[in-house]
C-alpha cells in the first residue's frame, strides 16, 4: 500500500536553473496539492489540481512557477531559472476528494545555491 | 484577518499534563475539519478528523464549534512522543483549496 512518493527527495539547483519535482499520489486519489514551506514556517498552499485539469493555483507565483498533473503520470511542480528564496521543502499531498483528508509525500527539500 | 488561526505557542508541558489546543476560522461555509501533526523536518500526517458531535481516539479528543467557528484538540497524559506541530485544517468541498494553519507547537519535557 504505497503511500504519496515524491523525488527526488533532495535537489540543489544553481541560481536560474529549472527544478523539476514529482509526485505520484496515492492509488485511487485523483486529487493532488502542493505546498511550501519554508524553515521554521508553516505549509503554505501553491496548487491544487486534478487529473489534467488546474482546479486553483491561486497559491502560486505567476511568474518561473507551473504545474500539471498529466492523464499519465506523475504530477510536475517545474520552477524555472530559480533563485535562493526559492529554497524550501515542497510538500506534495494527494486525496479521494477535496474534503481536507490528505496524505502527504516525504518531501522534496530544494536548495539553490 | 487569517482564514484559519492558531496559538503558535510553544506549549511546554511536563510528561502526563492535559494540554489543550485552539483553532478559529473565519468561513462559515467551511465544511471538514481536522488535526494533523508534523514533526520537525517531516511531512504532515493526519492525526483526526473533527466531527460535529465531537470525536475521541484514545487520549486525543477532538471537538468542533459550528457557532463559534473554532475547533478544539485536547491531549489528555502527555507522553515525550507527542511533541509536535499540531495543524489546524479546514476544507472545503466543491472544489476550494483546503486551508492549514500555521500551527501550534508542542514541547513535552520529562
Known amino acids: 500500500n504505497a503511500g504519496v512518493m515524491q523525488n527526488p527527495r533532495h535537489l540543489v539547483r544553481r541560481r536560474g536553473q529549472e527544478a523539476r519535482l514529482r509526485c505520484s499520489p496515492m492509488k485511487g486519489h485523483s486529487h493532488v496539492y502542493w505546498y511550501r514551506q519554508l524553515p521554521e514556517e508553516g505549509l503554505k498552499f501553491m496548487v491544487y489540481l486534478q487529473k489534467e485539469n488546474i482546479i486553483d493555483e491561486s497559491g502560486m507565483p505567476k511568474e518561473r512557477f507551473s504545474a500539471e498533473f498529466p492523464k499519465e503520470g506523475p504530477s510536475i511542480l517545474r520552477i524555472q531559472q530559480v533563485v535562493r528564496g526559492d529554497s524550501a521543502a515542497y510538500f506534495c499531498a494527494s486525496s479521494r476528494d477535496n474534503s481536507g483528508e490528505q496524505y502527504f509525500g516525504p518531501g522534496t527539500r530544494l536548495t539553490v545555491t | 484577518r487569517k482564514e484559519v488561526e492558531q496559538d503558535p505557542g510553544p506549549f511546554n508541558v511536563p510528561e502526563g499534563a492535559t494540554v489543550a489546543f485552539n483553532c478559529t476560522y473565519s468561513?462559515?461555509?467551511?465544511?471538514?475539519f481536522f488535526w494533523y501533526r508534523q514533526d520537525c523536518r517531516k511531512e504532515p500526517k493526519l492525526l483526526m478528523s473533527v466531527y460535529s458531535s465531537g470525536n475521541e481516539d484514545g487520549r486525543f479528543t477532538a471537538q468542533l464549534n459550528r457557532a463559534s467557528q473554532y475547533i478544539s484538540l485536547l491531549i489528555r497524559d502527555s507522553k515525550l512522543s507527542d511533541s509536535a506541530t499540531y495543524l489546524c485544517v479546514v476544507g472545503h468541498t466543491g472544489g476550494f483549496k483546503t486551508i492549514f494553519g500555521a500551527g501550534t507547537r508542542l514541547f513535552v519535557k520529562a
Open positions: 468561513n462559515s461555509a467551511s465544511q471538514s
